[in-house]
């Protein structure tokens, strides 16, 4: 059983366009955070979000943590091609090691 | 160097031989992980060291090894592995446990691309 379901899996834009990702849950996490990984590399990490209700902006992406815990969108305005990479979300429980990870949202941007 | 490093970036082997991954981080961390990432599936969570002690196995196969000398450096042995372990191999640290004061984040390596012909 999948924890994390991120939506839509891909998505192929063109530059200038706006854009939500989603990742879902229906377990409660005491933070979240949001990576982009490009192919070849490791993820990046770009936020964490720990507060219900929490909105974060990074730029031109806005991240926000749903009210009871249990998913987060990520918005980005006017992508641009440096955009383009795998996004994945990951939840960490109050305890234990294990980062629950999402297959991810393989974003697209052509100029 | 900051952040964590991997070596290789890449490495091909043969089901018989015996090679080892390396990973260093740089950040002062307490804990470092070992992931494999395949196509299409979710980064899977191998192994979970916790000053020097490893605290976490996820049912991995014995023919993967890992050793933690000391809390910056994680090392991946392997040995008769096979197709289906080809896969890009991360690295990961953070701070110690998951904690209400700190948010609990982990920081990656770019990863060893693993092909095992």
């Known amino acids: 059983t999948q924890l994390l379901e991120q939506s839509p899996q891909f998505l192929s834009i063109q530059e200038g366009e706006n854009l939500t990702v989603y990742c879902n849950s229906s377990?409660?996490?005491?933070?979240l955070q949001w990576y982009r990984q490009e192919p070849g590399e490791g993820p990046v990490l770009l936020v964490t979000?720990?507060?219900?209700?929490e909105v974060k902006k990074l730029k031109r992406l806005t991240f926000q943590f749903g009210d009871a815990r249990k998913d987060s969108s990520l918005h980005i305005t006017a992508a641009q091609p440096g955009d383009t990479g795998l996004y994945l979300c990951?939840?960490?429980?109050?305890?234990?090691?294990?980062?629950?990870f999402g297959k991810g949202t393989s974003l697209l941007v052509t100029p | 160097e900051t952040g964590v490093t991997q070596t290789p970036r890449h490495l091909v082997m043969g089901m018989t031989n015996k090679k080892s991954l390396k990973c260093e981080q740089h950040?002062?961390?307490?804990?470092m992980y070992w992931y494999k990432q395949s196509a299409k599936k979710p980064l899977e969570l191998m192994f979970v060291?916790?000053?020097?002690?490893?605290?976490e196995n996820n049912s991995v196969p014995s023919r993967f090894s890992p050793e933690c000398p000391n809390s910056s450096h994680l090392f991946l042995h392997l040995h008769t592995l096979q197709p289906e372990d080809s896969a890009l191999y991360l690295c990961?640290?953070?701070?110690?446990?998951?904690?209400?004061?700190?948010?609990?984040?982990?920081?990656f390596g770019p990863g060893t691309r693993l092909t095992v012909t």
């Open positions: 990961a640290s953070s701070q110690d446990v998951p904690s209400t004061v700190f948010p609990y984040e982990q920081y």
């Open positions: 377990s409660v996490f005491s933070s």
């Open positions: 979000v720990v507060t219900g209700g």
């Open positions: 990951a939840g960490a429980r109050s305890s234990g090691y294990a980062l629950n």
């Open positions: 950040l002062g961390h307490n804990a």
């Open positions: 060291y916790s000053l020097e002690e490893r605290v």
